[in-house]
C-alpha cells in the first residue's frame, strides 16, 4: 500500500523523545493513517548520546545541530522536545523553512516568544500543534462529549490538582526544570500549564486569574550529572531556587464558570495526580490521570434511590478511540494519549488543516501563565486578554 509520507525531524531525545518516536512508530499500527509518519531524523547536542537514542528507538540518520537538520530537504515536520528555552528560536527556523512544527508545552517562555511563534507559523501558512497530551486520553474526550452534549447542563465550577512529589528531597539537584533561564517557570508551568488547557478544552475561555505562587526549597545542589528527570548532586556547589514549587488559583471564565487550580510537586505520595472535578447544573464529572481509562460521572435527575457517582470504563468500541484499540475492559496507558495527538496530527497534514491544540492554544495557555505570575506579584486580578 502507498501511503504518502511525512518525513520527521526530531530535537531533543529524551523522556518527551522517548514518548514522541513511541508514538510515531505505534500510531500506524493502530491507525489508518492518510500520512504515514516516517522517524527520518534525531538531533542532539551529544554525539554519542544522539546516535545511541538514534539506533535504540528507530530513526534513520540522526544530527548534532538542530540548523543542519531544519536545513535538511528530507525533513516535512520539526518535532521539538527540547528544554523550553529552545522552543522559540527552533519553532520560528522551521517555519520559516517552510517545515511543519509539532512542539512540546509549554510552547515558550514569556508571552513575547509564543507571540512571535503563532506569527511565524500563521506567515508561512505551515502546521502546527502543541503537546497538550492529556487531552487525548478517551475519558477526557468523551468528558467533552458529554458536555457538550449538555449532560451536566451549564458547568458552575471546575476544580483541577496537578500534584507530583519528585522533588521533595532538599538535596535533590537543579535538574533543568528547576532552573528559570531553563525552564521558565516550575510548577506552574511544568504542571499548571496542562490543567488550564484542560479547562479551556473542556469548560471554556478563561478572563480572569487571581494567583499565588509558592517555593518552599530555596536552595539546591547544582547538577554535577543529569539523567532524564533526575541528576547527581554536586556535594560543594548550591544553587538558588528561581522558580516556584507549587501554585494556587482562582479563574473566573467568559461563560461564568468558576475554577480553583493547584499545582505543586511537593505533594507527598503523588507521583503524576493529574485531575479534574467539573459540577453543573444537572451533574459533575471527574477524571484522575492516575486512573487513566475511568471517568466518574453523576447526575442530578437520575433516581434518588441510587444517586452517586458512577464510574465508567472508557474502554468500549463506542467509546473515543475505543474501536482502534483493544476489546473492552483491556485498558491502554499514557503512551496511547501521543498515539492519539499524532493520528490527529497526521489527519491534519493530510488536510491540509491546522489541528487543534495548536499554537494558538499554546499562546492562549502561555499568557494565561503570565497572568498568574503577574497576580502572585501585584496581589491583583489579572485580565488574560491584557497578556494576549
Known sequence: MNQKEVRIGM????????????AYQNAPFFFDLPVKPIKQAICGRNEEGVKSAAEKMGWNSWETDWRKLIEREDIDLIDIVTPNNRHAEIAIAAAEAGKHVYCEKPLAMTIEESRRMLEAVEKNNVIHMVNFNYRFAP???????????????????????YLQDWIM??????????????????????????SLDLARFLVGEIEEVSARLKTFVTDRPAVAESSGLSGKASLTDKRKVEVDDAVVVIASFENGAFGTFEATRFAGGNRNSNQFEINGEKGSIKWNAEQLNELQVY??????????????????????????????????????????????????????????????????????????????????????????
Open 11 to 22: 530535537v531533543g531525545y529524551k523522556f518527551m523523545g522517548k514518548a514522541h518516536s513511541n
Open 139 to 161: 475519558a477526557v474526550q468523551l468528558a467533552k462529549k458529554m458536555i457538550t452534549d449538555g449532560k451536566i447542563g451549564k458547568v458552575n465550577h471546575i476544580r483541577a490538582l
Open 169 to 194: 528531597d532538599p538535596d535533590f539537584p537543579l535538574v533543568w526544570r528547576l532552573e528559570k533561564s531553563v525552564c521558565g517557570s516550575g510548577a506552574l508551568g511544568d504542571l499548571a500549564a496542562h
Open 299 to 388: 447526575f442530578t435527575e437520575d433516581d434518588p434511590s441510587f444517586q452517586g457517582y458512577k464510574t465508567i470504563n472508557v474502554t468500549e468500541e463506542v467509546h473515543p478511540y475505543g474501536e482502534v484499540y483493544w476489546p473492552s475492559a483491556h485498558i491502554i496507558g499514557y503512551e496511547h494519549t501521543f498515539h492519539n495527538l499524532v493520528a490527529e496530527l497526521m489527519q491534519g497534514l493530510a488536510d491540509s488543516r491546522v489541528p487543534s491544540p495548536n499554537f494558538k492554544d499554546g499562546h492562549i495557555n502561555q499568557a494565561t501563565l503570565n497572568a498568574i505570575e503577574a497576580s502572585s506579584k501585584t496581589n491583583q486580578w489579572q485580565s488574560i486578554k491584557a497578556f494576549i
